[in-house]
């Protein structure tokens, strides 16, 4: 059984991870209004696994028997048009959710919340693999340039991002 205190913060979180969904989405559309619909698939895919993330949340309070609530998403907020400082955001904002997660590990640890700690190792470990991500691509646009036939080539390997569930949903 969960301590209120981690059920309130665990859905604090999930709130957060819809929110990380919202944001990639927002991002996905505008990428896809600038012509970037490789980039914009990738966002797209991101926002899934967002989702995923909230209802892995969602699930495990369940299993514990702790209500889920819903707060208020708040809108996205992003200013970038340009694709370098966009996924510059994107690690940021990865950075951010990385600390964010690293609160509830470190409340298990002091309320000696076993299962929480082992469920929450696996967030840990997924955050490194979201930050090191938006640092790769971050590492492509040095690479190739933030313009031109750089980010031509850019926008079709992201667009390359296999989706774990489909995109198209008009094709369903
Ligand atoms: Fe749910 Fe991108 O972390």
Known sequence: ???????????????????????YLAM?????????????????????????HAMKFVGYLQDQSAVVTFARIEAPEFKEKDVKPLFQHVLSHEQA?????REIMDLAIAE???????????????????????????????????????????NTELGKRDPSVPLDFNKI
């Open 28 to 52: 996905a559309a505008k990428m896809n209004e600038l012509g970037y619909t490789g980039i914009g698939k990738w966002l797209t895919v991101q926002y899934h696994e967002e989702m995923f």
């Open 112 to 154: 000696k919340d076993y299962a929480t700690q082992t469920f929450v190792q696996w967030y840990i470990n997924e955050q490194v693999e979201e930050e090191k991500s938006a640092a790769e691509i971050l590492q492509s646009i040095d690479l190739v340039g933030n313009a031109g036939q750089g980010l031509f080539l850019l």
């Open 1 to 23: 059984m969960l301590s209120q205190k981690m059920a309130d913060r665990i859905n604090l979180q999930i709130n957060r991870e819809i929110y990380s969904a919202y944001l």
């Open 97 to 101: 959710v990385s600390a964010s997660i």
